[in-house]
């Protein structure tokens, strides 16, 4: 085991939360909803803007697709005068939570004790009354258009759209429907994390979609691409979400509780790709899950909530395998009818509704949530029995990453 | 659907990396950058085998046989003009293991797609100013084939 490594979450802890008003078209300048939550969780830790002195976020500035990203890196640092040691963004990491993970990293190697981490997201805004962005899904078409009606792909999108394999919805459809041939998982079982998220939100005033969703509304849902029907796509929105990342020792003499960093995975032993991977069942999460529970003495067994990434519901499922929460290809079976995954059950999973319901925060409201949660914070949707270890993933694909994160030291 | 009149046709990008796949198709061959020296097929392709090291690489036709790794029955209109309902499929191409393309079942009543069934090429002729591309399609492999 890594016990005698020098892990750098080890030196961290979540101080402070932030997050701003939430929406499916707020309207609202992006940078502000981005200020919003940070400003919000550097007063939440007690802090003051001069405290912080790192800064990382996901994507960083990026003009296409639009609404992906509300403010990059140097925007922030400039509307807030903050005057920091170290600084980062980029797209190319272990998810939206890869930069969370080079905040720890930073704080450990001693370059900042205060990081100040945030996504910001307005795609609700940005794509108006029209549908999803059909063409470059989280990373840009890579292509120029044409003249008479062309598109000309280039790039990775060139093995995907002229075969009108449009988005990640016909990638994660494949896995999708691969999984349920090997496993015999049905669509009544892959339900359940729509229902559940759906359950969840009810419960959460910030979520997009509150209206209580039965197994027939699900089932009357249009069918975007087999197996995947229009409630098992999270849904755009318009709002940011902060955290403050601390050196430990710190973060214990700050206003909140702190949330430890127990562990964390980055890995990714497969290919960086939608159709050369090893195992087509298989394809979130498997090494970055390995490798977190190789850099702590928790097990599965020992997890009190699940907090995992819903841009598609399947995606959710073939997370809960990676991270050992379930057998693998036992994901069907482990959240029939829902009972397991409520917010009473043994393990309660996307407690604010998750991106299907809630809101696509992208990543980052899976670790606000479990925060909120190992607080005690979550008011008319609060775990009972005082939860004390939660596992979170953000991403889908294998690019992606995990946290386990506690509420005791 | 909706009123589109528009439709779109999408085109590979022909750069000197690629244009052996994506015109292998005028003479009816399904072709992949192929290592010379350890025999591996690279995918997409890059200028430096990952197996060997070996600069020694060259366009090589393969059978056009795959395998059916999965699909889906596509329903949603993401680029205008695109026919529905259009099945998105992963083929895993014979000659080598987790050689898979993304691409499009054709010839098949969705009712008869099975994961795992044998499929072969067929290719669809685009033309265009900047270079003729023909996409590999792939259809059930028939009976007596």
Redesign the interface.
């Known amino acids: 085991m890594s016990a005698q490594k020098n892990l750098a979450e080890k030196h961290c802890a979540i101080s402070g939360l932030g997050q701003s008003d939430v929406g499916r078209r707020l309207g609202r300048d992006p940078l502000e909803l981005t200020l919003d939550a940070c400003y919000a969780a550097i007063a939440d830790a007690g802090l003051t803007p001069a405290d912080i002195n790192g800064l990382a976020t996901y994507p960083g500035g990026m003009a296409v697709p639009k609404g992906f990203t509300g403010a990059g890196a140097y925007e922030v640092l400039d509307a807030m005068r903050l005057e920091v040691d170290w600084y980062d963004s980029g797209v190319e990491t272990s998810g939206q939570l890869g930069s969370v993970m080079k905040a720890c990293m930073a704080v450990a190697a001693g370059m900042a004790d205060h990081v100040l981490c945030f996504r910001s997201v307005w795609e609700g805004s940005a794509q108006g009354s029209g549908g999803r962005s059909?063409?470059g899904p989280g990373g840009g078409g890579g292509?120029?258009g044409?003249r008479g009606?062309?598109?000309?792909?280039?790039d990775?999108q060139?093995?995907?759209?002229?075969?009108?394999?449009?988005?990640a919805?016909?990638?994660v459809?494949?896995?999708a429907?691969?999984h349920m041939?090997r496993y015999g998982t049905t669509p009544e079982q892959l339900a359940q994390i729509a229902l559940n998220g759906r359950r969840n939100a009810e419960v959460n005033p910030k979520a997009i979609y509150r209206d209580p969703m039965s197994l027939e509304d699900y089932f009357n849902s249009?069918?975007?691409?087999?197996?995947?029907r229009l409630f098992d796509c999270d849904v755009p929105c318009d709002g940011a979400t902060a955290f403050v990342v601390s050196r430990r020792e710190l973060a214990e003499d700050l206003a909140k509780p702190p949330v430890y960093i127990e562990a964390m995975g980055s890995a990714i032993h497969d290919r960086p790709s939608?159709?050369?991977?090893?195992d087509?069942t298989r394809t979130v999460g498997t090494d970055a899950a390995a490798q977190m529970w190789g850099r702590t003495s928790l097990t599965p067994a020992d997890v009190d909530m699940a907090q995992i990434y819903d841009g598609f519901s399947y995606l959710t499922m073939l997370w809960l395998e990676a991270l050992q929460l379930c057998e693998v290809g036992g994901s069907g079976p482990f959240v029939e009818g829902g009972t397991r995954i409520a917010r009473d059950g043994a393990l309660p999973l996307n407690t604010a509704g998750g991106q299907l319901s809630g809101g696509r925060l992208h990543g980052y409201g899976f670790l606000h949530e479990a925060c909120v949660q190992l607080r005690g914070e979550g008011a008319e949707r609060q775990v009972p029995n005082k939860p004390e270890v939660a596992a979170v993933a953000a991403g889908g694909g294998n690019t992606c990453g995990c946290f386990l994160v506690t509420s005791v030291g | 659907m909706t009123e589109q009149s528009?439709?779109?046709?999408?085109?590979?990008?022909l750069?000197d990396r690629?244009r052996h796949f994506w015109q292998g198709g005028e003479n009816g061959q399904l072709v992949f950058m192929r290592c010379q020296d350890c025999g591996y097929y690279l995918?997409?392709p890059v200028p430096i085998c990952p197996k060997d090291q070996s600069k020694n690489l060259a366009p090589e036709a393969v059978s056009g046989r795959a395998n059916l790794?999965?699909?889906?029955?596509?329903?949603?209109q993401?680029?205008?003009?695109?026919e529905l309902p259009?099945v998105?499929a992963?083929v895993e191409i014979v000659e080598q293991a987790?050689?898979?393309?993304?691409?499009?079942l054709v010839n098949c009543p969705l009712e008869d797609i099975r994961?795992g069934m044998p499929v072969r090429v067929v290719f669809r002729h685009l033309e265009?100013p900047?270079g003729d591309?023909w996409?590999p399609?792939f259809e059930p492999e028939g009976d007596g084939q």
């Not at chain 2, 528009?6 to 990008?13: G, H, K, N, R, W």
């Not at chain 2, 790794?69 to 949603?76: D, E, L, P, R």
């Open positions: 059909s063409l292509g120029r044409g009606g062309k598109i000309y792909a280039g990775f060139q093995w995907m759209l002229p075969f009108g394999s449009a988005g919805p016909i990638w459809a494949l896995f429907q691969a041939d249009r069918m975007i691409t087999t197996p995947l939608w159709d050369q991977l090893r087509i | 528009t439709t779109i046709v999408v085109l590979p990008e750069t690629n995918h997409p790794a999965s699909y889906s029955v596509n329903h949603h993401w680029i205008p003009g695109f259009y998105v992963l987790g050689l898979r393309l993304t691409t499009n994961i265009d900047g591309v996409l399609l």
